[in-house]
């Protein structure tokens, strides 16, 4: 038994590693710089933990939470592994006790916060007793592009160097392409090797369906509800959220909702034996159904990692689950207009706050009462009141105006009629609008009062709309109301700055970041390849020819692939060398009409007809060549290239390979070419998803 699997039985009390545990901890031992990106709950703490425990010196852990530190700490300890942690809980003794044991060599795994690593005392125990290695856990903190960022964290490599850490190793769950690049740049070690691996599910079974219209969606919808499994839907958007719950009868989750009802839709998504809940993406975190057999989204994610991370709520407990994504190119446009709010334009923040400065002189008042709504015809660059929105918040995350929240919205109330009376005649309480009259005048008299619905509401034991709808009816009757402003106000807290000092360009590159990931997610329901290989392919993983054989590509590559004919290995290669030629520059439209020789205005003005193989399939219809093409592509020996919206067709290094070979016949899914493969086309379910029908 070598020394590492002892460690592991001696220490940890294992008999054998997680799946690529050993393969990283050798790495470690060797004393390689290695980023481990493995899912939550791989075993990535035992990767360093155990390495650290066979050699001498002791090594740092980074990690951004004292709860993190404290549990593995903890942990450590009652495996009796010599393990600390320094923060701000501990008290001055225990901390200098700590130092003292570190020095005394007695402590193998240090723990400490990022931050700790500027301070003095730390830097002095760095200089007399440097470790051996950095660990930096949860190393996503360290991207600017990710939630959780954490400035300390980008110090890390420079404190490495300055105090010459010999090796950094950075472990993480977080498999986004920027995370990954992030890791190994801002450490400072360009050679660090990138390990992404674990994030297989094959259990999941990836679908893309083919939705263009909001009729195709429902209609599908309704369709795959028939059979009950547990589901969840996700949806973009509050208002499809609640569509699905109106159209469907099934259970909503969204931001949107109060906390009582949130509760309320979580235990019944986790207590019925067979829910389905539609949410936006507000609904997962911390919700552990391991049951659940299918996660449809009904609209596309900006993201692939939110797509993975959401569908992967499907199957937890190992069994078959299905994961599909309704797809329809319009939803793109979607959560383009959500980059563009979450991202505006610095013409946009620059009117909407020479607005506000406008109206603040005018008024001689630095607060101003405006509603998003009021704001539009004033500006000259905003058209709609979520935009002026969007400014506003940038503007109150640079500090230049605050908001008022709804909670300061205060209407006006006084009961005109004599109290004494309305309460003699309201008293039963029989009607929504005797218990308002007998409560809120009980409590307030005749006097005028300043109060919010939300006040109204306690007060009345009505809900918030019960208490408008009072209101309205009973104003001018018996009371008199003046609602709330109905807008939160804004206040100007630098009225004398005329120009913004925020940096847009840094905003500019986040938009076109998350442009960049919405693509992905476009590329994704637009290959023909194993779908679940390529998003652990974006995810850095090597998938090294690794297939699902369960998603929708897979299952119909498998289904019907058949060796081709003499004539027809032919005419696929000379397709291939077609496409070769012309570069990715052309659709798979004029592709077969070149092949075929068939003349249009269009091909002529390209002088595509001038071409020394124009018309060489001449032999072949149109609809056989278009066949040829998708089989192709769908084999990747073509791949899409350009705009997802008109596609070109570009040769792949798998095609060029093809096309050279003399002697291998391809073998393609050239489904309802030949009568012999009508039937398997047929039973595979799998149909040509992107070209015209
Ligand atoms: P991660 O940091 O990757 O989310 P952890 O390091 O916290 O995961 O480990 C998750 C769980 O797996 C822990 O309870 C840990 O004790 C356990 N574990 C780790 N390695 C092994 C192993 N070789 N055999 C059995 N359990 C293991
Ligand atoms: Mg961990």
């Known amino acids: ?149 954490r400035p300390a964290y980008l110090r890390l490599g420079a404190i490495a160097g300055e105090f010459k850490i010999p090796q950094i190793c950075a472990f993480t769950a977080t498999a986004t392409p920027m995370v990954r690049k992030d890791i190994a740049v801002q450490l400072k070690r360009p050679q660090m090797e990138v390990i992404v691996a674990g994030f297989r599910r094959p259990n999941l079974r990836f679908e893309l369906c083919n939705t263009p219209k909001a009729e195709d969606k429902e209609a599908l919808i309704d369709k795959i509800l028939r059979e009950p499994k547990p589901t969840i839907i996700y949806a973009a958007t509050r208002k499809a959220v609640d569509e699905l719950a109106g159209n469907f009868g099934v259970i909503a989750y969204h931001a949107g909702m109060s906390d009582a009802e949130r509760t309320c839709a979580q235990d019944e998504f986790m207590n019925s034996p067979c829910p389905v809940l539609a949410a936006t993406n507000a609904f997962g975190m911390g919700i552990d159904r391991p049951d659940v057999r299918r996660v449809i989204h009904y609209n596309m994610t900006g993201s692939l990692e939110a797509y993975y991370q959401e569908a992967g709520r499907a199957g937890r407990d190992g069994e078959e689950a299905e994961c599909r994504m309704l797809f329809s190119y319009a939803d793109r446009y979607v959560h383009e207009f959500m980059i563009d709010l979450n991202n505006p334009s610095p013409e946009l923040v620059n ?141 100007l807290l630098r009225p004398d700055e005329a120009e913004l000092e925020i940096d847009f360009s840094e905003i500019s590159d986040k938009r076109n970041f998350e442009l960049e990931k919405l693509d992905q997610v476009l590329k994704y329901a637009q290959t023909s390849r194993c779908r679940q290989s390529f998003i652990l392919e974006y995810f850095g993983e090597d998938s090294s020819g690794w297939q699902c054989e369960n998603c929708d590509n897979c299952r119909g590559n498998y289904a019907v692939g058949r060796e081709l004919s003499k004539e027809e290995d032919a005419a696929a290669k000379m397709l291939l060398r077609i496409v070769s030629k012309l570069n990715g520059r052309f659709g798979a439209g004029k592709i077969c009409a070149v092949a075929a020789g068939k003349i249009s205005p269009d ?69 309802g070419v030949s009568p012999k493969n009508k039937e398997a086309a047929k039973s595979s379910g799998w149909e040509w998803k992107f070209f015209s029908k």
């Open 1 to 149: 038994m070598d020394l590492i699997r002892q460690a592991l039985k001696q220490y940890f009390n294992f008999d054998k590693f997680l799946d690529h545990q050993q393969d990283i901890i050798r790495k470690i031992e060797a004393g390689n710089d290695v980023a481990v990106i493995m899912p939550t709950g791989a075993g990535k703490s035992l990767c360093y933990q155990l390495p650290m425990l066979i050699r001498p010196g002791y090594a740092i852990v980074i990690s951004p939470l004292i709860s993190l530190m404290k549990d593995q700490v903890d942990a450590l300890e009652r495996r009796r592994i010599p393990a600390a942690f320094l923060n701000s809980a501990n008290t001055v003794s225990e901390q200098r006790d700590t130092v003292k044991r570190v020095l005394n060599g007695e402590i193998k795994l240090l723990y400490v916060a990022p931050e700790r690593l500027d301070l003095p005392a730390f830097r002095n125990l760095l200089q007399n007793c440097p470790p051996h290695t950095m660990i930096v856990d949860e190393a996503h903190c360290i991207s600017q592009w990710g939630h959780d960022f």
């Open 351 to 491: 009117s909407v706050y020479s607005v506000l400065r406008y109206e603040a002189a005018r008024h001689r008042s630095n607060t101003i009462y405006l509603t998003l709504e009021d704001i539009v015809p004033l500006t000259a660059a905003a058209r709609s009141a979520s935009q002026v929105g969007s400014a506003l918040r940038l503007l109150e995350k640079y500090g230049y105006v605050a908001r008022g929240g709804r909670a300061d919205a205060r209407g006006k109330l006084c009961f005109a009629a004599d109290i004494g009376k309305l309460l003699a005649e309201h008293g039963a309480e029989k009607t929504q609008r005797s218990r308002f009259i007998s409560r809120v005048g009980g409590m307030f008299g005749n006097n005028e009062t300043a109060v919010t619905v939300e006040e109204l509401s306690n007060i009345a034991g009505l809900n918030i709309e019960q208490v408008r709808r009072v209101l309205r009816t009973l104003d001018g009757d018996c009371l008199r109301w003046e609602p709330p402003f109905a807008g939160s106000s804004t206040e």
């Open 603 to 671: 091909i002529a003005a390209s002088r595509l007809d001038e071409l020394p193989f124009f018309g060489v399939l001449g032999d072949f219809k149109p609809a056989r060549i278009m066949a040829f093409l998708r089989a192709l592509e769908e084999a990747n020996y073509l791949a899409r290239t350009g705009n997802p919206l008109y596609p070109c067709l570009e040769i792949t290094p798998e095609g060029k390979r093809l096309m050279q070979s003399k002697g291998t016949v391809c073998k393609l899914n050239l489904y």
